[in-house]
């Protein structure tokens, strides 16, 4: 099934891509262990009322892989559920980069 390119919702309102990937961005960085979002960033695929992300993160050494990217999956779900009409379906989490910490 091809992505639509149409973001309008049954109830008339719509969505910019920017807004979308913004919630997505934000909800990811507000997990602790995050440095930032990184390389390609997001990317958002819209099949009706779900929409499937890519997310590409920096995370810092002292942090659980597998922790952080649940964490981040929830939190991006929660996000977007309660800011939008939009219901969350696949969120791939691709950590790119780990940042070690000076002490």
Not at 53 to 58: G, R
Not at 61 to 73: G, H, K, N, P, T
């Amino acid at each position: 099934m091809g992505a639509k390119r149409n973001n309008t919702l049954s109830n008339g309102i719509t969505y910019g891509h920017n807004v979308l990937r913004s919630i997505i961005r934000l909800a990811a960085q507000e997990i602790s262990g995050v440095e930032s979002v990184c390389g390609r960033g997001v990317r958002c695929y819209i099949y009706g009322d779900t929409i499937d992300a890519d997310v590409y993160l920096e995370v810092n050494s002292e942090v659980c892989c597998s922790d952080i990217a649940y964490r981040v999956q929830d939190n991006i779900k929660r996000s977007v559920e309660t800011m939008t009409d939009y219901k969350m379906g696949v969120i791939n989490i691709n950590i790119i980069s780990v940042k070690f910490l000076k002490h």
